[in-house]
């Protein structure tokens, strides 16, 4: 990975250790798009589900949430989002149950923070496969659920990214307005006008070409 994909990336840091974030954030987080800070597993599950980052890293012993039972909630909001683990110890049922819970990597204190930047590097392609490439020079991170123009991040909410998300998981299939209410809108009535006011906000953020209406069928994406 070239640093300029890096600079597309969303870091996530949960670290209880003050001082070790700083030195983190201070030492590559200008490497990223965004390198974000939280202290505990809470604040760190709750910024997870506010900004949807790429990558998280975090601490293994922390009060309240540890980092293994964030890591265990986290996978299962989102299955496919890499998490590394620092920790104070090399406890082998420690770094098992990391193992199972999914974490790709186990670093152990103290640690070069280029020893981190250089592992983050060493995994480039696993991102650049959740990469798809959209029309009008969109991409769009199967994994984080970000977007993309021109290598710049555009905003999104929640239920616009798993829109899009569910129009590319079914880009060879027309999606009807009714699994798009029943998908985005779980539990609630949903009008036609308000599902048309949805898609056209985000046109305006993105592209008239993007979401392509297939009239009296549904909506399609538009890959490149």
């Not at 769009?140 to 616009?160: A, I, P």
Request: aromatic letters at 8%.
């Amino acid at each position: 990975m070239n640093s300029n994909f890096l600079k597309e990336l969303k870091v996530l840091l949960v670290e209880d250790e003050k001082n070790l974030a700083k030195l983190l954030k201070d030492a590559i987080g200008d490497s990223f798009y965004s390198f974000t800070v939280t202290n505990n597993g809470k604040e760190g599950l709750k910024k997870f589900l506010e900004i949807s980052p790429d990558l998280v890293i975090t601490d293994i012993m922390m009060p309240d949430l540890t980092g293994l039972e964030m890591a265990s909630e986290l996978k299962q909001i989102n299955p496919n989002i890499p998490i590394i683990i620092l920790s104070a110890f090399s406890d082998k049922d420690k770094f098992l149950n990391a193992i199972d819970v999914g974490v790709i990597k186990y670093f152990i204190k103290p640690f070069d923070p280029d020893e981190l930047l250089d592992y983050i590097n060493s995994i480039s392609s696993e991102f650049e496969k959740k990469l798809i490439s959209l029309i009008d020079e969109f991409k769009f991170n199967r994994n984080s659920c970000n977007l993309y123009k021109n290598d710049k991040y555009v905003t999104l909410t929640k239920r616009e990214s798993q829109f899009l998300l569910i129009l590319l998981q079914s880009h060879k299939n027309i999606i009807t307005a009714q699994t798009i209410k029943n998908k985005l809108w779980e539990n609630e009535e949903v009008s036609d006008e308000r599902l048309r006011t949805f898609i056209k906000r985000l046109r305006l953020k993105t592209s008239k070409r993007l979401i392509q209406n297939i009239k009296g069928q549904g909506y399609q994406l538009t890959l490149e």
